[in-house]
Every structure is written in structure tokens, then in C-alpha cells.
């Protein structure tokens, strides 16, 4: 499974279960509170969870959760809460989980040193939720949090210290403190008082007074919740009950023959029920004259007590809970017993689960004492037995299914009969092919996407004989036990090589392209359980061979290509659990079950040594480390031991942990055990479909798991659209800016002859060949964003290679008709083969997409887009931490069926159509089932499940219509391929035929992008109401946080699909909602101090004293928690948690329980508060950006009994009546935009981006609490790393970090300066004229101004100048003489010596206030206010003329340059300048008026159009004309 745990990875897990069901060994049971869940464990360590109806008490298994690698041991509530349906399970490896039971989610998981036996959840007082009480194997008890599972505090013993084998814990009647009694295995009872003050850093608590006892090995003890003097104590041999007073025996009952008891509990004061390993309760009445307190009412007199027994004093056996004809157990049972209060009555339950995986509850008779006395009249030879009212069990469920679970090999079943069982199984994804190694010796081998769709998905392929083809190998004689493909692991082998294992000692050697057998190797002496592949750094030989173990406990490296064994390691006298490397002292070092460690020499297969206890631990630990070390200087070439040793000395302690933890557990292990530099061994890059083999048990046939992973399906489909197109046709779809930044950047340099050259070169490659694109973008590609594009892009030529290679291997394809095309051997090499990402695209979207909703779209994604519908109601699962699963069981189907036959009686009075009469009934129902399903249980699942698979279809549906007329439907994928070659080869169309061709194409075109985005809006708006139309009653809703966390996912078009789901829920809430949503999430907002804000240019290292506080509210009012943004304390994370913090970018997605209540629960550890807190910005970011000015003070005040303190950041909304809300906001967005890159929060993440993103969006809402300069500076810093190679938005594949970021950067650039024109240009001027002083005075200050963000961003700059003047003319008319500022800082100074600046930027040329004379080099610009500007480029000056009393019109200079002409059509006047300077041009200019004319008035009208009132034109060096709109013109003379 560890290949497969991804972090914010969107993962679809889809599971085939086959016809046979998962063994389930129930090792412990659990019910919830409110009697809808049951949960088993189990010895394999999977458990399962049963929805239970709380009336009936009918079970069906819903989903399984894996993960667990050894027997589960406990199982217990995690909170008090009725409705929160949490579960913390806890295994014999010392894994502890919690876990969500809605949507089985592992919240939570670590692994402790400490192995529990028991663990009792309990509500301490002073505490607000339950701790978990835990004992076992060790000598303490120890008090966990369920949450964040971490030891709270420890219990410990400082008389004969002990393991406790049985504990209980209590709050005595009338008392404000806690009790826990403990039982030690050697019998001394230990009692400790809690006050409910105890915190993880005191000392451990030592018990309050402790008593030895006669009873050992005690498996439970319980205190009388009726009356709590009485204790029942069980032990294997007998029960007692005890005096809690003075630990003194009241009386004892030895077990029957052949049994041994396992527990009990108290029904009433005076009756306990005690189960035994036979699976049989027993119900016992004690007699009252030994009981003491004061809920019996026949007190015995005290001398009476201690008296020798009578007869009657002995407790009486009234009731037997037993199965009639039960078949002795395997193992003993997991017994519990339940009381539940319904309805105000009280029902007591015994539930059983046994080894077959039967689940039996007992309903417990209330007997009176009446009937007692009647019982014990009869005087009966037995007691009277009850059965169990319910009896169930996995396969019981699984046998009740009509037809029954699909597996992944149904077609090669014949009928009825069970198939040939599926014994091991492994995924090439090169080749998409599934490779199964069955029951019967043989292999398997056939293309993976087509068997899943034909178990799957209605269609054509449903009539085929003999599809999808397979290739059969035949070589071993009996089950085959393990498959290798070593190629995928390395590339160091054989792509044709697949190495098979089998029960008959044998491993084969196989030729995956032609089906032969190349070698058997028969070596061992015992069945093949595992294969291996040696790490990279081993010598030439080793590197060819692979590692095989057997049963008989040997271990043998074999030569694949010299075809013989190398080296045979078979001396080891217990089971082999692990193998480590040490290539570079050429050792393979073997572990067995006793912990002894065997150290082989490779090369000479020679045993060096035998290791035994601590040493052999630390040669194995050593081996984990890096193996550098081995390498290094003195004693590289020393006895290797000597480090192993060395270590011993300094690493005793973890040495001897790391030893308690190393338990049995590894023999199901052995194959991950992780290679120092065996990194490589698993491919890093993301496969867009895996298929891996599950098996709960040793002997269980096995499932498949199908894990589609979006991002990388996304990836690989771009890649290959993109891999076809040049760069010219990239930039033609919008898909890069790289021309328009080209001539951009190539004004702010220089313009020598040289770069002019450079930018007519890059031009001139630009040619339309694919072939170029490789060569282009790698010299283009600086910074390697495309180099880093995921390595999905191999290069087309080599996948043509490949393609070559694979041929043999491909679908053979069959026409129309059935016929299989090409010889069987499938030799013939097809000009177009099936594309094996478009398949799994197609199954993927087939499988998600909501059937039924929308009848019309169902048409046009069957006709249109090739989409497939499912024949069965699909099992799907979801991946959480540490790549636990959850796979949902196919029989809680079960549970539709029930809906389904309510709804029937309606429907069949006559509606019964032919065709469903000709169809077994069976079918019918199942297709009745599989439509429930896609339209509506599908969606009421789970929130995660909602969430994910609308994310998927949406981001899938958004790929594939940027693609060019992607369907899956075969002949037009063909049509596409072919148009694709076409368009390349000949662009100039020859006939008439062939353009009405291309008009179809078109035409066609435009109607599958319209059913794509069709397909996406369903999704994304419509489903909600839908499905609830659809009659569902509890649709779940997708979850908000879930999407906030993806708002700047890594992979566009996931982070699009979460954008637009996340604002149409927004949106769905209306305001009360998303007010709700604010209230119940600002708490989480860091408010940042604003020193950390404030005064730090981007660059400068921030104090590290700076405190991130939270506002939290807490039961005494508010606690201001503080993080520092240093690492934390070593105390502010758990043992547990001592790992390095982790990065942002693989944050799991652990959401929120309610998200239709917003109970957004008290962060559990300080990961946790980190993951709430970034939700927090980005969810309040998103709803300030898009809603910022509809959250209004809402009449809902807080309640006033809050803590003052706590008032002060209560939030109303983003209104401007309350700023309090957006200043926080606005504070904490700008924090991550501007803070320093530190380990804690690096450069580029996902948090920042999204930060810079919302910032951009809601700028008009954050604008008054931003220092706007600062902001702007800050993301023009970003976008000046910007690589030459531009992505624009729409360019679909994950870019790396830096490029990304620069990306979003950017886009906000632009969106705040479309939003506030005037404040964009004003800043970014005032920002101009500062550096400008800075570069007057250079010198002096000694600063390299090289460095500064204005000097780097020129291209950006000028960017958004040009596409404000372009956007936003009038808004740049009033503030001319600010933009011409920043456009001459932004242009080189060479630029305008050669050329006009009509030429060099004609955007601004489009003012009539804007004049450039090219012989004098002067620039004059007219202002609003009447001034003019008048900028000399020589020397760089610049001086301000009062021209007019209102705004200047037009200017322009005469063509010699000595005189400047201005109009203001306000003041109706027209004024001639003249510039004198002193002698010889040196001393001071001065510029005067020379002439003024007055002009005729405009009409009004024609004003509303500044811009094209009037132009100035000098018709020669004495005469100027003024051009007026309506086409009158004026002559002046100077």
C-alpha cells in the first residue's frame, strides 16, 4: 500500500471485489452510541463497519477500512458527543488510528512503543471530551487524547511496579475527582486519585495506596455502576466479586468443563453476565447477603459475612445466552457488552464476533424476581438458553447478492461454478496491462482498462466473444504466489521481463511479448513467497539479478540475464522478515523472525557473520540510515561492524524503542522494507491509473484496487495534446504570451543592433514543426519549468519508440463486425492504436458522472462524448493519512434494495415494460440498483466522497474541452488523429471538398466542447438540486474546506474545479450561511502582529520573535494561544510528532466533521490548528473577495455572557460598517505575501499563491487596510523571476513552484490594476520618483540598484500600463503625467535616441496630450489640472508649466521643435511655447508663453469623448491646426 499514499493528491480509489468474500477473523467489536454502526476488527487488521438499523438491529457491511498491519486489539469511542462518530482503533504493532466512521477517513494515526491490550474511554472531569484510558504491555497506564492521539499524562506505579492486565476507571458517587483501580498481572490492586489538572509535562502520577490480592493474570475488572462497592473480577479459571472497600472475596465461580471465561459486566446490582471462550453467556444472580452498600437492601450483618458459606450463598445460574448448533470456534470470540438507552428504555446487549466473521447480538431479558424464584423451582438440568436475536456475517452478505460482486477476471469464469481463484496480480502501467497469476499455475496476462470496463460499464463490448484478448502463460504446477515486473521498479532490466513465483519451489522467467517461458529457476526448497529487486548502487552483476525468498527460509539473488542463480542464502533457521543493503560493502543482510541477523557477502555468497539481540537490532537500524556514512574516510574500509557498534554506544535508547516496536508484524511488511538509496526504486512520478492487488488474508482470493489519480491523468492528457504543437500554434491558442512578453522585455534592454537580431532570430525559429518544439523551449526554458512538467513529457519521438517497442503488446483492435483484426499474435503494427490515457480518462469520467440527473446530457455524453454507463453500482473508496483506505463493501447495496422494493409496488401495476419481462428478474433489479446509484446514493455517501468526485469529473471535463475535440468515441478519436497529421503536414487547403471537411470538423468541434462544459456545469451547479429532487434525503453536500485547501492547487485545472465549486457553494449558502460560515472560522484567523507587516521591505529577515496568535475560545474564556514562528518547543508537539514540520505543499485533506453545522471543533495539536488557520485565510479570503460587500452586520449578537476580551474579534461581516473582520483578513493575506521565505513557511506554496491570488481578487475589499505600494512591490518581486517562456492561465500542465506563483502574480497585477486604475498608476509613480532620488544620490548611499524590484519588473510594469491604457483610457487620461513617469523609468533611454515614441510604444501615443519631438529630444505631456509637463531626455530633468486654469486638451511641437502648441477646450484657449536657452545651451532653460488665442466654445455633446475632441497639427514650423470631432478645423499662426 505504500506506494500508493498521496498527500493532497486527488485520488478515486474504485474497487472490483470478486465473487468470494474477504476473510474476516474478528478479533474485538465496538457498537456506536446510536446503534447505527457496528465495527468488528479483525486478526488481519482490516476492520469493518456494519450499518446497523437501531430497530431491528438487521447488519449489513458498509465499507472496510485497511491499514492496519497487524491484529486489531481495541476498539473504543472517541467522544461523548452523540452525533460525532469517531472511533480510535488501536493494533498489536502499537498503531493507533482514529477514525471518521461517516466516511471512513483515518484522521489521525501514530505508532507508539507501547502495545494496548485494553483501552476504556472516559470523561475525566475538568476536561471536555473523553481521554482514552490504556493499558497492556508495559508497566503504566497511560491517558491518551483520542484526537490528536497524544499521551496526555502517564499513571505509574511505585510499588512492585507491573504490567496491568486490568483496569477500570470510575468517579465515585458525590465526589469531584476521578478514580482509576488497575489490576497488575502478579495481583496487586492499585487505585489513583485524578483531579482533572494533570497535563503532559508533570511528573508521572504514582498511585494513591495499592493492595496485594490472591488473582492472577486478571482479564477484566469492573465496578457495579448500580452500587460501587461491588467489583467482578474475571480471571481465565474463575470470576470473583469483590468488596471495593477492603479488596476482600464476596464470593467466586470456577468456569464450566472446557471453557475459560473472557469477561463480564453487571446487568443490576445484583446479577452479572460472564461470557466464555466458547462464545456462551452465562447469567448469574449473586447473593444478596453478600453484597454490601447501600443499593442492597439485605444488608448482611458483618459477623454474618465473614462466616463459613452456606448453600445459598452462592451465585445462581439462571439464563444461558448460547447458539443452538454451534460449531466449536477456531479462536476464542470477541465478546462486549452494550447498554443503550432508545425511546427512554434501556436495552442490554451482548454482541459476539467469532472467528467465521459471524456477527451475533443478544438481546438481554429483563427476568424478574418472580420469575428467578420460578426458575429456580423448576430446578432444571440445564438453565434455560436464549438464542441470539441476530446472526450475520460477511459471506452470509455476500451470498445474499443477485448476481454477485464483479472481479476484475469475470470473463474467463464459466457460469456459475466459482472461477479459478486470483492469487497475485501486478499493473505495467508502460502498457496498460494487467498481469494475474491464478490458483491454477497460470498467468494471465490482458489489457487493463478494457477488462475493467467490461466488468463495469455498459456498450459494444458487451457482445464480443473473446474481448478483451489475453495472452495466457502456462509454466508453473500450482498457484502462482508473486509476480515481478523488474523494469518498472529499474530501468537497469529487460523491458520484456516478468518473473513469476510459485508454490512448486519454482521462479520462471517469462517474455512478456511473445508468452514464452526464458527460465525456470528451481533453487529453492520450499514455496516462493516474495521478489525483489537489489538497490541501484550494487556491483554490475548484482544489479542484474533479483531477489527471491522462499518458505523454506532461504534467500537467493538470481541472474536474469546469465540465467542462473548467484548467490544461495539458506542457512537461516526461522522465517526471513526483512532484507536490507549494504551495496557499498557489498552485504545483504537478512533478518529472521527470532531477531537474529544473517550478514551475506554478494559477490562470494559467502555468510560473514551471525548477529544476535541489541547488536543485530543496530546493524538493521544502521542499515536505514544514510549510506554515505558507510563510505566516509577512516573506516570505510574497516570491518563495517565498527559503525554498527559505534552507533550502539550513542544511540542505546531509540535502539531498544526501535526494538520494541519491531514485532511480528513485519513478516506481512518484508516488501517495504526501504533501502537507503533504493529511493529510486519506486518511480516518482504519478501514474494516472494503478491497479494493486488486495488481499485481507493469506488465503482469500484477491481484489483489485483501481486508484485513478486526477492530476496526473491531467498531466499526461495536456502533455500529449501540447507534445503535437509548436510554439507558434501555443501561443495562437493563448496557451503562451511568450511574443507579447518578447517585445515587452526587449524595450526595457538596450537596443543594440545585437538584441534586435536576437528577438528576429527567436522569431525565425519559431517555425511550425513539432520537432523544434523540444529544442526552442529548452534553450527558452531557463528556470526549467517545463523540465520539471511532472517527467510525463517524455518527447514524442521516444514515445513513437516505445509505441514500437509495446506493439506486439497492444489491444489487438476489433472492427464493426466482431472480427479480430491482425494475426493473433497481434504482431501487425496498427497505424493508430488505442490510447491508452484517453481509456482510462473515459472509464474514469464514466464511473463518476451522475446518470439520471439530466436525461438530455445523458444523450449527448453516450452519443457525443463516448461516455459509458455503469452496468453495477460501483464500490468506491477514499485514500487518507498515511495512505489508509476506506473501500466500501459491495453488499450496503443491500441496503438500496430495501429502498428500492419500497418504491416498487407504484411502478409495477402496469408499467412492467416487454423488455424488462424478457429479462431475468435478477437483472432488472440490478440495472433498477445501478440507476439509484449514479443519481442519487452515489452522492449520499459521503462529504469526501461528494467532494472528490466532483472535483475530478469537473477539472476532467475542463481538460478535456481545452483539448482539441476530445472525445471517446473511437472513429472520432481516429478522425482527430488524423486531423491532427493533416493540419501539420499542409496548411494551405487544396480543394473544396477538403474545406467543407474542415467546416464539419469545426461544427463538430464546437458541439463536444458545448456537452463538455454541459457535463462540467452539472457538476458543479446544478447536482445539488438535482439530487435532492431526486428524493435523496441526506445529499452530502461538498465541503468547503476542502476546496479552500485546493484553491491554488498545484495542478490548474484541480484548482479551477475547486475555485468554481467552492463559489457555487458560497454562493448556494445565500448570506446567513456564509455568514455562519465567517463566524464560525475567524477564530482560526492568525492575527498577525501589524510589526510584522509593517517596515520590512520584502528581504530584510523579520525579527524572529514575532508571535502568531490565535484568538481561541476556550471553556474559561478566551486563551490567547501563541505559536511562535520559530520552530516550536520541543513541548509544543507530541513524542510522536518530533518529525520535521511538514511542508505545506503535501498537507493531507483532513476536513471538518459537520460542515452543515459549521461545528468547527477546538484544534486538537498544533498541526492541526496550522491546517485550520491557513483554511481560515483562504476561506475568509475568498468570501471577503467574492461576497465581501453582502456580509453585513448581522442582527445575530454573540452571546453576551462571552468573555470580553473574546468580543473584540467577534466578527459581523466584511460590510464596511464592520472593518475589524477585513482588517484581519487583509493583514494576514499581506503577511504571506510579503513574509521572508523561512523552513516554516517557504517561498512557494500553495498558501502564498493563494494568498497572492485573493489579494488580487478582492482588492477593492481590502484596499483601505493594505500599505498598497508595499503589495505592489511585493508581487512585481515575484513576477520579475519570471521566466522568458510565458504559461498564460489557461496553460494547463503543473508548472514548477516559482513559475507558478509567478503565474498567479501576475494575474493579480492585472485584476488590481483593472479594479483601481488611479490607484495602481499613483503608487507605482510615487514608488518611480523615489527611485529615481535613490539613483540621483546612488553614489553616496552606496546601493546597487540593479537589485530593486522597479529596476528587475520593467517588462511588468510596462505590461500593465499598456493594458490599462488599452482597458481603461479615461482613468489613464486623468493621470497622464504619472503614467509617462513610469513608462520613461520603464523604457530604455537608447530606445527613444533612434526612434519616435510613437514607434517605441504607440499605446501611449493614442493621447492627444502626449507629444514627442524627436530633434530636441523632449517629451511634453498635458495634465488634468492645466500643467505641462516637459521632459528633458538628455539630462533627465523634468519641469512643470501652469498652461491653463483647466485641463489641457491637446499639444503637440512643431516639427523643428522650437515651439510647443497647447489647447484647453475648457478655457476655450490656445497657447504657443517657445523654450530659450542660455548661451550655448549651458545655464537654465526657460519656457514662455509667446502667443495666446482664444477659441470657439465646443458643444457639450460632443465632450462626452475626451479622446477624440481635438488634435493639434502643425501643417508647417509657423502653422498649426486645430482638428475638432466634428471635422471643423482652425488655423493658427505663432
Not at 502653422?1519 to 470631432?1525: D, H, I, K, R
Request: net charge neutral.
Amino acid at each position: 500500500m505504500s506506494s500508493m499514499s498521496a498527500g493532497t493528491n486527488l485520488v478515486v480509489p474504485v474497487v472490483l471485489w470478486g465473487k468470494t468474500a474477504p476473510t474476516h477473523c474478528i478479533s474485538c467489536v465496538f457498537l456506536s452510541r446510536d446503534q447505527r454502526t457496528l465495527v468488528t476488527g479483525c486478526y488481519d487488521g482490516q476492520i469493518c463497519l456494519w450499518q446497523v438499523d437501531p430497530d431491528t438491529l438487521k447488519m449489513t457491511p458498509r465499507c472496510l477500512l485497511v491499514g492496519h498491519t497487524a491484529p486489531v486489539l481495541c476498539l473504543s469511542k472517541a467522544s461523548i458527543v452523540l452525533d460525532n462518530n469517531f472511533i480510535v482503533s488501536s493494533s498489536e504493532s502499537g498503531e493507533m488510528c482514529t477514525w471518521d466512521l461517516v466516511d471512513g477517513k483515518c484522521r489521525e494515526v501514530v505508532k507508539l512503543p507501547y502495545i494496548h491490550t485494553s483501552i476504556q474511554a472516559y470523561h475525566m472531569c475538568g476536561c471536555d471530551d473523553v481521554r482514552l484510558f490504556c493499558n497492556g504491555y508495559y508497566a503504566e497506564v497511560l491517558v491518551m487524547d483520542p484526537f490528536s492521539l497524544e499521551i496526555v499524562f502517564t499513571l505509574a506505579s511505585r510499588v512492585n511496579p507491573d504490567w496491568i492486565s486490568a483496569l477500570h476507571v470510575l468517579r465515585p458517587a458525590k465526589r469531584k475527582d476521578d478514580v482509576v483501580l488497575g489490576l497488575t498481572t502478579t495481583g496487586t490492586v492499585k487505585v489513583w486519585t485524578l483531579f482533572g489538572q494533570e497535563t503532559k509535562n508533570s511528573e508521572p502520577f504514582y498511585e494513591n495506596e495499592s493492595k496485594q490480592i490472591r488473582c492472577l493474570n486478571a482479564l477484566s475488572m469492573t465496578c457495579c455502576a448500580y452500587n460501587q462497592r461491588t467489583v467482578l473480577i474475571v480471571c481465565s479459571k474463575y470470576w470473583q466479586i469483590y468488596d471495593a472497600g477492603d479488596f476482600s472475596v464476596l464470593c467466586s465461580v470456577i468456569s464450566p468443563r472446557g471453557e475459560r471465561w473472557l469477561g463480564g459486566d453487571f446487568l443490576a446490582a445484583d446479577r452479572v453476565v460472564v461470557w466464555s471462550d466458547e462464545g456462551r453467556g452465562y447469567m448469574y444472580k449473586l447473593p444478596a447477603n453478600k453484597l454490601k452498600g447501600k443499593m442492597v437492601s439485605s444488608i448482611a450483618d458483618s459477623k454474618d459475612f465473614h462466616s463459613k458459606s452456606v448453600e445459598n450463598d452462592n451465585p445462581f445460574l439462571y439464563c444461558l445466552l448460547a447458539v443452538p448448533s454451534d460449531k466449536p470456534l477456531s479462536c476464542p470470540p470477541a465478546m462486549r457488552y452494550h447498554v443503550v438507552s432508545r425511546q427512554g428504555k434501556m436495552y442490554k446487549y451482548l454482541i459476539r464476533g467469532d472467528s467465521e466473521g459471524c456477527v451475533l447480538v443478544w438481546n438481554i431479558p429483563e427476568v424478574t424476581n418472580g420469575q428467578l424464584a420460578q426458575i429456580k423451582q423448576e430446578d432444571f438440568a440445564k438453565p434455560p438458553a436464549i438464542p441470539p436475536t441476530v446472526l450475520t456475517s460477511l459471506v452470509k452478505a455476500w451470498a445474499e447478492m443477485k448476481p454477485p460482486p464483479v472481479g476484475i477476471l469475470d470473463q474467463l469464469d464459466s457460469g456459475d461454478q466459482p472461477g479459478v481463484r486470483l492469487t497475485a496480480s501486478i499493473y505495467l502501467p508502460q502498457q496498460s496491462r494487467l498481469v494475474v497469476g491464478r490458483e491454477d499455475g497460470s498467468v494471465i496476462i490482458v489489457p487493463a482498462t478494457q477488462t475493467v470496463m467490461l466488468q463495469l460499464l455498459h456498450g459494444k463490448h458487451q457482445q464480443y466473444d473473446d474481448w478483451p484478448p489475453h495472452q495466457l502463460l502456462l509454466g508453473h504446477a500450482g498457484r502462482v504466489n508473486c509476480l515481478l515486473y523488474p523494469h518498472h521498479l529499474h530501468q537497469r532490466y529487460e523491458k520484456s521481463h516478468l518473473v513469476s513465483g510459485g508454490v512448486d519451489f519454482a521462479v520462471c522467467l517469462w517474455d512478456l511479448y511473445s508468452g514464452t517461458l526464458l527460465h525456470r529457476f528451481c533453487v529453492h526448497a520450499g514455496e516462493i513467497t516474495q521478489l525483489l529487486v537489489p538497490p541501484n548502487s550494487c556491483s554490475q552483476r548484482i544489479q542484474k539479478c533479483v531477489c527471491s525468498i522462499a518458505s523454506d527460509h532461504s534467500v537467493t539473488l538470481l541472474g536474469l540475464t546469465e540465467r542462473k542463480c548467484v548467490v544461495l542464502a539458506s542457512r537461516h533457521l526461522f522465517p526471513v522478515v526483512t532484507i536490507k543493503w549494504r551495496p557499498l560493502d557489498d552485504f545483504m543482510i537478512v533478518g529472521c523472525s527470532d531477531g537474529t541477523v544473517y550478514v551475506w557477502q554478494m559477490e562470494t555468497g559467502h555468510l560473514d557473520r551471525v548477529l544476535h539481540g541489541i547488536s543485530a537490532e543496530e546493524v538493521l537500524y544502521a542499515c536505514d540510515e544514510n549510506p554515505a556514512a558507510s563510505s566516509s574516510g577512516d573506516v570505510g574500509l574497516a570491518n563495517p561492524a565498527v559503525h554498527f557498534f559505534r552507533g550502539l554506544r550513542h544511540r542505546n535508547l531509540s535502539a531498544i524503542r526501535h526494538a520494541t516496536q519491531r514485532g511480528l508484524h513485519q513478516l506481512q511488511q518484508l516488501h517495504h522494507a526501504t533501502n537507503p538509496d533504493g529511493s529510486d526504486q519506486q518511480k516518482s512520478r504519478a501514474l494516472p491509473l494503478m491497479i494493486q492487488g488486495l488481499r485481507t488474508n493469506p488465503k482469500d482470493p484477491e481484489s483489485h484496487i483501481l486508484v485513478f489519480d486526477i492530476e496526473a491523468l491531467i498531466v499526461q492528457l495536456l502533455t500529449e495534446e501540447y507534445s503535437t504543437m509548436s510554439p507558434g500554434t501555443l501561443e495562437a491558442q493563448g496557451l503562451i504570451n511568450q511574443a507579447e512578453y518578447q517585445k515587452v522585455a526587449a524595450l526595457t534592454q538596450s537596443a543594440s543592433p545585437d538584441a534586435h537580431k536576437k528577438i528576429a532570430d527567436f522569431f525565425g525559429r519559431v517555425k511550425d514543426k513539432a520537432g523544434d518544439l523540444e529544442r526552442t523551449l529548452k534553450e527558452k526554458d531557463r528556470h526549467g519549468i517545463l523540465a520539471k512538467m511532472k517527467e510525463g513529457a517524455e518527447n514524442v519521438q521516444t514515445k513513437l519508440q516505445a509505441h514500437a517497442e509495446i506493439v506486439g503488446f497492444k489491444p489487438i483492435q476489433v472492427d464493426g463486425k466482431g472480427n479480430e483484426v491482425g494475426d493473433q499474435g497481434g504482431r501487425k503494427v496498427r497505424g493508430l492504436e488505442t490510447n491508452t490515457t484517453m481509456e482510462i480518462a473515459q472509464l474514469l469520467l464514466s464511473l463518476l458522472h451522475a446518470w439520471g440527473m439530466d436525461p438530455d446530457l445523458d444523450r449527448v455524453c453516450e452519443g457525443k462524448l463516448g461516455l459509458l454507463r455503469p452496468m453495477v453500482p460501483v464500490s468506491f473508496g477514499v485514500l487518507s493519512k498515511g495512505g489508509y483506505m476506506s473501500l466500501l463493501l459491495p453488499t450496503w447495496q443491500a441496503k438500496c434494495a430495501n429502498e428500492l422494493d419500497a418504491e416498487k409496488p407504484a411502478n409495477t401495476s402496469g408499467s412492467a415494460n416487454s423488455l424488462e419481462a424478457d429479462l431475468p428478474v435478477e437483472l432488472v433489479r440490478l440495472e433498477r440498483l445501478t440507476r439509484l446509484f449514479t443519481a442519487r446514493t452515489h452522492w449520499e455517501l459521503s462529504t469526501t466522497l461528494t467532494s472528490n468526485h466532483l472535483l475530478a469529473i469537473i477539472a476532467m471535463a475542463n481538460t478535456l474541452m481545452s483539448m482539441n475535440n476530445a472525445t471517446f468515441i473511437p472513429e472520432q478519436e481516429r478522425t482527430r488523429k488524423l486531423h491532427r497529421q493533416s493540419t501539420r503536414t499542409a496548411l494551405n487547403w487544396a480543394t473544396k471538398a477538403e474545406e467543407e471537411n474542415e467546416d464539419l470538423f469545426t461544427a463538430q468541434q464546437a458541439q463536444i466542447k458545448q456537452g463538455w462544459s454541459l457535463l462540467a456545469t452539472l457538476h458543479c451547479v446544478l447536482l445539488p438540486d438535482k439530487v435532492v429532487q431526486a428524493g435523496s434525503k441526506n445529499f452530502k453536500r461538498p465541503q468547503v474546506e476542502m476546496m479552500a485547501r485546493r484553491w491554488q492547487h498545484q495542478c490548474l485545472e484541480v484548482r479551477e474545479a475547486a475555485q468554481a465549486l467552492l463559489l457555487a457553494e458560497l454562493g448556494r449558502l445565500g448570506p446567513k450561511g456564509r455568514k455562519a460560515l465567517v463566524d464560525s472560522w475567524a477564530q482560526f484567523l492568525p492575527s498577525y502582529s501589524s510589526a510584522d507587516t509593517l517596515g520590512f521591505p520584502p528581504g530584510t529577515p523579520q525579527p524572529s520573535s514575532q508571535m502568531l496568535t490565535v484568538p481561541s475560545a476556550q471553556q474559561g474564556g478566551s486563551s490567547q494561544q501563541t505559536l511562535s514562528s520559530g520552530q516550536q518547543g520541543s513541548n509544543g508537539s507530541a513524542p510522536g510528532h518530533q518529525t520535521e514540520q511538514p511542508q505545506h505543499e503535501d498537507e493531507d485533506d483532513d476536513e471538518e466533521e459537520g460542515t452543515e453545522e459549521y461545528c468547527v471543533r477546538k484544534p486538537w495539536s498544533v498541526a492541526e490548528l496550522k491546517r485550520k488557520q491557513t483554511t481560515a485565510v483562504v476561506l475568509l479570503g475568498v468570501i471577503g473577495a467574492e461576497f465581501g460587500q453582502d456580509v453585513s452586520d448581522g442582527s445575530t449578537r454573540r452571546r453576551a455572557s462571552e468573555d470580553q476580551r473574546r468580543k473584540s474579534s467577534v466578527v459581523e461581516g466584511f460590510g464596511i460598517g464592520n472593518n475589524n473582520l477585513a482588517r484581519l483578513t487583509s493583514l494576514a493575506l499581506t503577511h504571506l505575501l510579503l513574509a521572508a521565505p523561512s523552513s516554516r513557511l517557504p517561498a512557494h506554496t500553495p498558501l502564498r499563491r493563494a494568498a497572492i491570488d485573493l489579494i488580487g481578487r478582492g482588492f477593492t475589499v481590502w484596499e483601505p487596510y493594505l500599505d498598497v505600494s508595499k503589495v505592489l512591490l511585493g508581487l512585481l518581486e515575484l513576477c520579475c523571476e519570471a521566466d522568458k517562456l510565458m504559461p498564460s492561465m489557461t496553460y494547463g500542465l503543473p508548472l514548477t513552484p516559482a513559475a507558478d506563483s509567478c503565474r498567479t502574480a501576475r494575474h493579480a497585477l492585472t485584476l488590481i490594476a483593472t479594479a483601481r486604475p488611479a490607484a495602481f498608476i499613483t503608487t507605482m509613480a510615487r514608488e518611480v520618483a523615489r527611485y529615481n532620488t535613490l539613483q540621483q544620490n546612488a553614489q553616496a548611499l552606496n546601493v546597487n540598484l540593479s537589485n530593486s524590484v522597479l529596476h528587475r519588473a520593467k517588462p511588468e510594469i510596462l505590461r500593465g500600463v499598456e493594458l490599462l491604457i488599452d482597458k481603461m483610457q479615461n482613468e489613464m487620461a486623468d493621470l497622464l503625467v504619472e503614467v509617462v513617469d513610469i513608462v520613461l523609468h520603464c523604457l530604455d533611454p537608447g530606445h527613444l535616441k533612434v526612434k519616435g515614441l510613437a514607434e517605441v510604444f504607440p499605446a501611449i501615443c493614442r493621447f492627444n496630450q502626449v507629444s514627442h519631438c524627436p530633434s530636441t529630444r523632449r517629451i511634453a505631456v498635458g495634465a488634468k489640472n492645466g500643467q505641462v509637463a516637459l521632459y528633458e531626455l538628455r539630462s533627465q530633468k523634468c519641469q512643470m508649466i501652469h498652461a491653463h486654469g483647466a485641463a489641457i486638451t491637446a499639444n503637440t511641437f512643431s516639427p523643428d521643435g522650437k515651439y510647443l502648441s497647447t489647447y484647453s477646450c475648457h478655457e476655450n484657449r490656445l497657447s504657443f511655447w517657445q523654450t530659450s536657452t542660455g548661451m550655448f545651451g549651458l545655464g537654465n532653460s526657460q519656457t514662455r508663453c509667446i502667443k495666446s488665442y482664444s477659441t470657439a466654445p465646443i458643444a457639450d455633446v460632443s465632450r462626452l469623448n475626451p479622446m477624440r475632441l481635438a488634435r493639434l497639427i502643425w501643417i508647417n514650423n509657423r502653422t498649426v491646426s486645430l482638428m475638432l470631432a466634428d471635422g471643423s478645423e482652425t488655423r493658427f499662426n505663432v
